[in-house]
């Protein structure tokens, strides 16, 4: 089955520390993103990917960073400097085509000790 | 930015009667995309309308678009409790999407 898998599910920060999350995609899609989700409100871009080695920021990329060295892959650096991380992270693909739909995850809800 | 807003935002009603939620933005778009999502889960596109379309359905779904008042309604007939869940609406402007802040539809049995 094709898909989207986002790990670990749930993910525990420490003051002043770095945390990754994990975005994999086998849906053969040029496009990833990254969202945050805080409680009732909307999906809010941190970042985005339409091809392999390159990306950009979104509405709120600060205190984050990604990389893109496989187009399979795109993973979500939480740093330090994210002075409020605690939120639902969700990834998402799609092909690089106006009006496309996007495919997620099922997210990682990351909380401070 | 957030352009899209939900209205209400949250919504309960029964079991077989119909769900309506509307959305409005701000900008031009160029097509404009419903999601469902359940609780702590991703989001799952139901339906895509271009600016060009003023109706469209899938299945108990139906949603129009307004370009010249910048709103777009979503009604799901005959609700299901499986039908519980968040709805958002998403703006589709250069390659990115902007959402809203989402209706809560809970469906009581």
Known sequence: DGGITQSPKYLFRKEGQNVTL???Q???????YWYRQDPGQGLRLIYYSQIVNDFQKGDIAEGYS??????ESFPLTVTSAQKNPTAFYLCASS????????HFGDGTRLSIL | SQQGEEDPQALSIQEGENATMNCSYKTSINN???YRQNSGRGLVHLILIRSNEREKHSGRLRVTLDTSKKSSSLLITASRAADTASYFCATDNDYKLSFGAGTTVTVRA
């Open chain 1, 95 to 102: 092909i690089v085509v106006q009006g496309q739909p996007q």
């Open chain 1, 66 to 71: 990604v990389s893109r060295e496989k187009k």
């Open chain 1, 22 to 24: 994990s975005c994999e």
């Open chain 1, 26 to 32: 086998n849906l053969n899609h040029d496009a990833m």
């Open chain 2, 32 to 34: 404009l995309q419903w």
